[in-house]
């Protein structure tokens, strides 16, 4: 257990609805990312969110978006979903808003999402 | 923007033998380099990492090297197992202090 909690771990919905993914993060850690990981690719960052602010954006889409709440735990919202938007969603967490402490990100085991 | 380009996509090596995935990066000040192990069903997980004072680091059989010259950066894995056999993928961290990846590596460790 990596100390991220993502849930659901596995979502399978519509055309056209809406979602929302959530992510605890580890305890002490204040940041919060999101990077979305489509069938054999690498992970692409969508977002990025410290101490309940928004800190850099990736190429995420509009129907895309997210928060952090004060308990710092974060939801990822996706709307008019299609079918290009299956992927598995993972967040990581880290302490500060670099990164770059000793131990880098701490990633949860991911919500697979499928869109039908 | 960074760009972290990976090679190869694909590894398949004799159990015992060794494996090396490379790795370089575009941007200059970069300075923090991890790798990611990710198995089937799992998230990433952090196995290593060089920060930009350093050439070279080991852990047991896993060693990273790094030549900021040439921007490129490497993971080596000695004397393998079958439970290396996973997706590896390196990261670059850019100017706002966000983790850019490659496009992973898929070790297969043959018994």
């Known amino acids: 257990d990596s100390g991220v909690t993502q849930t659901p771990k596995h979502l399978i919905t519509a055309t056209g609805q809406r979602v929302t993914l959530r992510c605890s993060p580890r305890s002490g850690d204040l940041s919060v990312y999101w990077y979305q990981q489509s069938l054999d690719q690498g992970l692409q960052f969508l977002i990025h969110y410290y101490n309940g602010e928004e800190r850099a954006k990736g190429n995420i889409l509009e129907r895309f978006s997210a928060q952090q709440f004060p308990d710092l735990h974060s939801e990822l919202n996706l709307s008019s979903l299609e079918l290009g938007d299956s992927a598995l969603y993972f967040c990581?967490?880290?302490?500060?808003?670099?990164?770059?402490?000793?131990?880098?990100?701490?990633f949860g085991s991911g919500t697979r999402l499928t869109v039908v | 923007g960074e760009n972290v380009e990976q090679h190869p996509s694909t590894l398949s090596v004799q159990e015992g033998d060794s494996a090396v995935i490379k790795c370089t990066y575009s941007?200059?000040?970069?300075?923090?380099f991890p790798w990611y192990k990710q198995e089937l069903g799992k998230g990433p997980q952090l196995i290593i990492d060089?920060?930009?004072?350093?050439g070279e680091k080991k852990d047991q059989r896993i060693a990273v090297t790094l030549n900021k010259t040439a921007k490129h950066f490497s993971l080596h894995i000695t004397e393998t197992q079958p439970e290396d056999s996973a997706v590896y993928f390196c990261a670059a961290v850019d100017s706002s202090y966000k983790l850019i990846f490659g496009s992973g590596t898929r070790l297969l460790v043959r018994p």
């Open positions: 941007d200059s000040a970069s300075n923090y």
């Open positions: 060089i920060r930009s004072n350093v």
């Open positions: 990581a967490s880290s302490v500060d808003g670099s990164g770059l402490t000793n131990y880098g990100y701490t």
